[in-house]
């Protein structure tokens, strides 16, 4: 089975590191220094404390059974447009982005859409190299038998193949949104916000269980597993939209932020101030 991963940073580069070790023929889609470094010295993987290299393949060519989609949402248009020449009716296409708002985007592809969401807390340490900063491997995905036997050999991996993906989606999103936008807005970590905006996190919460629940979704029994999740993870832990607002790049505020601003008044008071930001910057 042919596998290519589309985009190689903290989710993609670890998915793919897993799927090589499991035996699986992966090609990834990666650009720039990064590209350069993992094709001149493999993909290091520093896991917690472990560090191993794999030699992905890198030239794309014929089609493939799945295609993994790891960019940020701010790329996709153009990745599904590089991606149209190697899928067909038997693909898999398995996006795995921050939001719920993205997978419309892919409905024009001639492939199988399986939604699914990720728990890991990595990022690129350095071009070539990813790390990965604590156990946590969680991936829900929606069920399918041609998704099953690509992670038969990967036992060690936390897999869900769910039958309710859009309850997974949501409850992944309760927590993200939460927590990158009022890490952006303030420019603090998780420890932070939760010591001085405790507040404000639980109105947040309350207000995205709200929407979630006008959108057909019940996460009433998840306010307080989320709050207990924050607590848990270390003080200083950053999501990926805070640390790219600090570094002025491209940012996932209208994945993440945007979708739930046109819903709730609350939550666009911190949209629009983040969005502000941008423009200033």
Known sequence: MRVLVVGVGGVGGYLAYKLIKC?????????????????????????????????????????????????????????????????NKNTRIVPILNGVGHFEKFKNLDAKILKACIYILSNIEKPGVIYKKTPLFYLCIEEDEKIKEVFKNCSDLKIKFSNDINKDIWKKYLFISTFATLQSYYQKP???????????????????????????????????????????????SKMSMQIDFEKGNNTEVDNLTGYLAKKSEFIDSYYKKLKNSLKSS
């Open 23 to 87: 035996g699986v023929d992966v090609t990834i889609k990666a650009r720039g220094e990064h590209l350069n470094a993992i094709k001149e010295n493999g993909l290091k993987i520093i896991d917690v404390d472990k560090e191993d290299v794999v030699y992905p393949k890198t030239e794309i060519n014929g089609k493939y059974d799945i295609v993994f989609v790891t960019t940020k949402s701010y790329h996709l248009d153009s990745v599904i447009g590089e991606i149209k020449p190697f899928v």
């Open 190 to 236: 998780t420890g932070w916000i939760m010591e001085e905006k405790r507040d404000e996190v639980e109105k947040f919460l309350d207000e995205v269980i709200r929407i979630a629940k006008e959108e057909g979704i019940d996460l009433e029994d998840e306010k307080e597993k989320v709050i207990k999740q924050a607590l848990n993870i270390p003080y200083n």
